[in-house]
């Protein structure tokens, strides 16, 4: 069989790696692709970007699966544009798909559901947003309204810091249309892990937990990016609190999708921030596979995730499971200079052969470009250096080693990936 993969990130790399480690599977195209899906022989780039010219491409090629990566496309409504015309596709519809492209839509929607998380306001005025951030006693954070490619949230330490971002995504048009709308909601504490669930419109699969590092510097120090690193499983999410999470939030959220006339079908993501007490609260909901948390979470899965897709796509989750290896995985993501900002392009990369070398280590392309023979530096972030070890250190240990034999003018890393599961083991 023939299996779509659209998007060109680390996450799309890692989905179509897995997918083509399936036996049924001839070949899968990424659309449109990096340098990484152009290398490996078992895929292909295909150079698509819209709806239309993907719809008619997995027509032509009589493509029997696509999955989703980004949210771009499912905001834009490639699922129903699939669906339309009779071809097999896992992600939410385009209303399903407004629990991550409208904040305030998901915040609606949790306090109608009962689902747990910040005391929170909309905006479009930017006196009404100064007045409720001058109204709360603690730190706030203050998001757009539709999506911005990670970029859209501001963590305010200080109060005027939250009324400098009000003014830069409203009065300031930062983050263009997406920021006519902004939320703001009362900074939540406690330790932040990324739950990601299969759901099939009525029944859920969750996927092993994992921790994501949004900070660009070590310690957490630095602007928030999209993701500088990942490791799976993540320590924090313990028995008691993955039923929990479970019980409270992806439960109610799938049967409220189903109350509200959408179900919800494709990869749910919940980001959840854990207090002391071990009480999870929702940060925000994606409707896709979180990046870089995917690449972990894929070099663990040993199922074949051409079976599980195709359950969720016929509504039988209920009755599969997916199998992991017992041991964690950990990614390293390499950003190119002046990223989360305006990073540059063109770098030439060295090292990936050697890199790629190691034991129990993936390299994962997510921003590069083929110029020749040579690989190039085509966005923020670049790479994504995944390792699998007995333990998190291990992965850790592995990863990193890896990561010394990659180099580009510029390259930025975090040294400590992996620090809070390293504090709570000891």
């Known amino acids: 069989m023939k299996i779509l993969v659209v998007g060109g990130g680390g996450r799309e790399h890692a989905l179509a790696w897995k997918l ?16 990484g899906t152009a290398l490996d022989p078992a895929l292909a780039n295909v150079p698509f970007d819209s709806v239309p010219a993907l719809v008619e491409f997995a027509r032509t090629e009589s493509i029997r699966l696509t999955v989703v990566g980004p949210e771009a496309p499912l905001a834009e409504g490639i699922v129903d544009a699939f669906r339309a015309v009779g071809l097999p596709i896992f992600g939410p519809t385009q209303a399903a798909a407004q629990l991550e492209s409208s904040k305030r839509f998901a915040k609606e929607f949790m306090r109608r559901h009962g689902i747990p998380t910040a005391d929170w306001g909309s905006f479009d005025d930017a006196r009404e947003a100064h007045c409720w951030i ?22 305010a330490e200080t109060t005027a810091d939250a009324h400098a971002a ?6 300031g048009n930062a983050v263009g249309s997406a920021g006519a709308r902004v939320v703001v909601e009362d900074c939540l504490e406690g330790e932040e892990a990324s739950f990601i669930v299969m759901a099939d ?3 859920v699969l969750p996927l092993a937990s994992s921790q994501d590092h949004k900070r660009l510097g070590d310690a957490d120090a630095g602007p928030n990016t999209g993701g500088m690193g990942a490791y799976s499983p993540a320590p924090v999410v313990t028995p008691a609190v993955h039923a929990r999470i479970m019980r409270e939030i992806i439960q109610p959220a799938v049967a409220g999708m189903v109350a509200e006339g959408t179900p919800y079908t494709g990869f749910l993501y919940a980001g959840v921030m854990i207090d002391a007490a071990g009480n999870p ?27 599980l897709l195709e359950h969720a796509i016929t509504g039988t989750l209920d009755t599969v499971a997916a199998e992991w290896d017992r041991r964690a995985a950990l990614t390293v993501v390499l950003a190119a200079a002046g990223y989360p900002g305006a990073p540059r392009k063109g770098d ?13 280590v993936v390299v994962f392309h997510a921003a590069t470009a083929r110029d020749g ?15 699998i070890g007995d333990s998190i250190r291990q ?17 930025q890393y975090r040294s400590d990936i992996g620090h809070r599961a390293l504090a709570r083991r000891g």
């Open 348 to 360: 030439a990369i060295s090292g990936l052969p050697a890199a790629a070398a190691h034991p129990d």
């Open 281 to 307: 609260r929702v940060l925000e909901f994606n409707c896709r596979l979180g990046d870089p948390e995917t690449q972990p979470i894929m070099v663990r899965l040993t199922s074949d995730l051409v079976a």
């Open 395 to 411: 992965a850790q240990r592995a990863a990193y080693a890896a990561v010394a034999s990659i180099h580009f003018d510029g390259m």
């Open 201 to 203: 419109g009525a029944h």
């Open 166 to 171: 009000v003014d830069a995504m409203l009065s």
């Open 134 to 155: 001058d109204s709360r006693e603690g730190r706030v954070v203050v998001k757009v309204d539709g999506l911005a490619a990670g970029k859209g949230v501001v963590v």
């Open 373 to 387: 023979d040579l690989v190039r530096t085509a966005g923020g972030r670049v790479l994504g250096v995944t390792a």
């Open 20 to 35: 083509a480690q399936s036996p049924r599977v001839a070949k899968v195209f990424v659309a449109p692709g990096n340098a």
